[in-house]
């Protein structure tokens, strides 16, 4: 069972920003972020392909938030700048393994989660 583990978040202003990190327990897979605020449902927020490193992310955060990975590719950064209200929710980390470009803003696509951290951005 892969484990996945997040860290980070917390509370921060309009305007200001916020680091995230996921330690992954094995190698091999894309790794990704998604959010859920409350009453809403889960959304994809950044991923991080396993071959090639590729980074995609969603419209709403592209030009604030960076996805990144350590060299031993087992930690999954995401630093979020420029935060809004909006982007208040819990914070998942995912990992899956051979999710083809067209699947990787599914959540269905990753079969290991993290817990969650959660990120509060006062107005």
């Known amino acids: 069972q892969v484990q996945m583990v997040e860290s980070g978040g917390g509370l921060a202003q309009a305007g200001g920003s916020l680091g995230l990190s996921c330690r992954v327990s094995?190698?091999?897979?894309?790794l990704a972020w998604f959010r859920q605020a409350p009453g809403k449902e889960r959304e994809f927020v950044a991923a991080?392909?396993?071959?090639?490193?590729?980074?995609h992310y969603a419209d709403s955060v592209k030009g604030r938030f960076a996805i990144s990975r350590d060299s031993a590719k087992t930690t999954m950064f995401l630093q979020m700048n420029n935060l809004k209200p909006e982007y208040t929710a819990v914070y998942y980390c995912?990992?899956?393994?051979?999710?083809?470009?067209?699947?990787?803003?599914?959540?269905?696509?990753?079969?290991?989660w993290g817990h969650g951290t959660q990120v509060t951005v006062s107005s």
């Open positions: 094995d190698r091999g897979y894309t």
């Open positions: 991080i392909r396993w071959n090639g490193g590729s980074q």
């Open positions: 995912a990992g899956g393994s051979s999710i083809i470009l067209s699947s990787i803003r599914f959540s269905h696509s990753y079969p290991y």
